[in-house]
């Protein structure tokens, strides 16, 4: 496969708000992220993702954007970015935008402009359509919306419905009208222009709808969805904004596209004349302790989610390449998940261990290299999030309720991986020198990154050897990846081979001893143990007896 800087990559995550304060307001923003630079570098990062940092009233905290060419004003202004910007490029560290191109804001002046009439030139940037029924007072369709209650909202001036798969306040662009798309690539312009290295494109897969908007198959929420994810015309409107504008810039591209599945991501990623992103965002290695959504929790299954890595690798290997994560800021944190929070630094450092040594550009979340994680909220004012408001109205109506709903959002919502990023053991965490905007995790105290940078055994020194090692030695970059014990439900093992270097990982996820043989044809003792969460890699014959939440490395020359 062709070699390239954003396969070699490392990508740090920030979602602006709760990163850090730099001005006492209680709310993130560019001063302090500019303060934290050296310890993004530090970490091993060549690159950023922000989290959008654009105007936004926040109703999805970024994710509604009524000004693409301007900084939310809490977190600063454009030249406070252009700052951000040039230092992070003085200290080699890319930086990629989020792009939402699928809805905007109603805040929008587009919006507000085709609310008017629909005369009214910007009215066909979005998705109208008359009511039904005797008196059009029921919505077009029966789609509903993920965030918040259905999909169609009626505007009286008007006279029609537009749509919204997400809140109310997030209009679907109409992404068959070609000025729409203009506006796209004048956006992506304006931001490569001014540096910028990339885009992160937000809900890429649901920008074409079926044409006539047919029913959607029943389901209690995001009903319809079949028929816009991987519309009819999403290749045709992502490959004109590849020719016209990103194949001109020397710039990286990660789409996301929920329930992706291999055959929809190789449309799009296959390296070639027809590639249109450089990679994309999986999920289905994110359901091993879940059914379709982190709300319903189902025991974890090392089983599942090893056949997800297995089955992306077979997809793309040769032909594409993919990336790795564990979290972001729509998912609880995963040494809840996948790890143990008795074992929370060994569980930590394996997880990362097996999730960053296979194949792909690699993308950390803010406060996951500490190990973070979940927050436990006592009551219902104190979340914030719209998804947790609407899923409250769901399983209300399923008879969940009160404390038992609680339970279930501190387990599954993702305000989980939004509370304030823990820089110190002082007032407000470091984070900040007033009340955070939001609950700040009382642990803490005990985790936090000063405490980290003054153990060695951190989480955090262990991801800045782990990724220093894999900057280093190719064949954790471009080596093959072959799995072992594939039926264990409790290992995890695999090697990568490049040109006749192997690496062997072997990590357990319980903290049960598991005894473990390597497998034919590889000799331990000839191997070098070049990482490790635990200090002694004592042998037994050709193998050894796992401690809790193992990990070990082998590597072979
Ligand atoms: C993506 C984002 C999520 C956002 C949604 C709507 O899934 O990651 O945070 O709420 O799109 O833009
Ligand atoms: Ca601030």
């Avoid at 190789?266 to 450089?278: C, R």
């Avoid at 189902?298 to 599942?304: D, R």
């Avoid at 979290?327 to 790890?339: M, S, T």
Wanted: proline fraction near 4%; charge should be negative; glycine fraction near 8%.
């Amino acid at each position: 496969m062709k070699k390239s800087w954003y396969k070699e990559m490392v990508v740090y995550q920030i979602w602006p708000r709760s990163f850090c304060d730099g001005n006492g307001d209680g709310i993130g923003d560019l001063k302090g992220i500019l303060s934290k630079l050296d310890y993004v570098k530090s970490l091993g990062a060549d690159a950023i993702w922000f989290s959008p940092l654009f105007v936004s009233p926040q109703r999805d905290y970024g994710y509604d954007i009524a000004d693409y060419r301007d900084i939310q004003p809490e977190y600063g202004t454009l030249d406070d970015f252009k700052e951000v910007l040039e230092e992070c490029h003085k200290r080699d560290i890319k930086v990629i935008m989020d792009l939402v191109i699928n809805h905007t804001s109603t805040d929008h002046h587009w919006f507000k402009e085709a609310c008017k009439s629909v005369d009214n030139p910007y009215h066909d940037y979005y998705i109208w359509r008359k009511g039904k029924g005797k008196n059009g007072k029921k919505p077009p369709n029966n789609w509903l919306s993920t965030f918040e209650g259905g999909a169609w909202e009626y505007v009286e001036a008007v006279d029609e419905y537009y749509l919204h798969v997400f809140t109310k306040g997030q209009p679907d662009l109409n992404m068959d009208n070609p000025k729409v798309r203009q506006e796209v690539k004048d956006i992506m312009k304006f931001w490569l222009d001014m540096g910028v290295d990339g885009f992160r494109e937000d809900v890429i897969t649901y920008i074409s709808k079926k044409e006539g908007l047919p029913n959607g198959f029943p389901i209690p929420v995001a009903c319809g969805m079949e028929h816009y994810n991987g519309g009819p015309h999403l290749y045709e409107y992502l490959k004109e904004f590849h020719d016209d504008v990103l194949s001109k810039y020397d710039c990286f591209t990660v789409g996301e596209g929920p329930l992706l599945t291999t055959e929809r991501a190789l449309k799009f990623v296959t390296e070639g004349d027809g590639q249109v992103l450089k990679t994309m965002f999986s999920f289905d290695h994110l359901e091993a302790d879940c059914f379709m959504t982190d709300w319903i929790k189902t025991p974890f299954n090392l089983k599942k989610m090893k056949k997800c890595y297995q089955k992306w690798y077979d997809a793309m290997n040769g032909k594409a390449w993919h990336t790795l994560y564990l979290e972001n800021h729509d998912h609880p944190r995963i040494v809840d998940r996948y790890g143990s929070l008795k074992y929370r630094v060994e569980s930590a450092k394996m997880l990362a261990t097996m999730c960053y040594l296979q194949k792909g550009t690699v993308f950390i979340y803010q406060g996951q290299e500490i190990g973070m994680t979940n927050i436990e909220l006592k009551s219902i004012d104190e979340f914030k999030d719209m998804i947790t408001f609407n899923n409250q109205i769901m399983f209300n109506k399923l008879g969940i309720k009160g404390e038992k709903f609680i339970k279930l959002a501190n387990a599954g919502s993702r305000e989980n991986s939004r509370t304030p990023v823990q820089w110190n053991d002082g007032p407000y965490a470091g984070f900040s020198t007033a009340e955070p905007w939001f609950t700040l995790n009382p642990n803490y105290k005990e985790i936090n990154v000063a405490a980290a940078e003054a153990d060695e055994d951190s989480i955090l020194h262990y991801y800045r050897k782990l990724l220093k090692f894999r900057k280093e030695n190719e064949v954790a970059i471009y080596g093959d990846f072959k799995q072992y014990n594939k039926n264990s439900k409790q290992l995890f093992v695999y090697e990568r081979n490049l040109d006749g270097v192997k690496l062997l990982v072997v990590s357990s996820f319980t903290e049960d001893s598991v005894s473990f043989k390597a497998p034919d044809g590889i000799d331990l003792s000839k191997g070098e143990l070049v990482l490790s969460n635990y200090n002694d890699g004592e042998l037994s014959g050709n193998g050894f007896t796992t401690k809790p939440y193992e990990t070990r490395v082998y590597l072979f020359k």
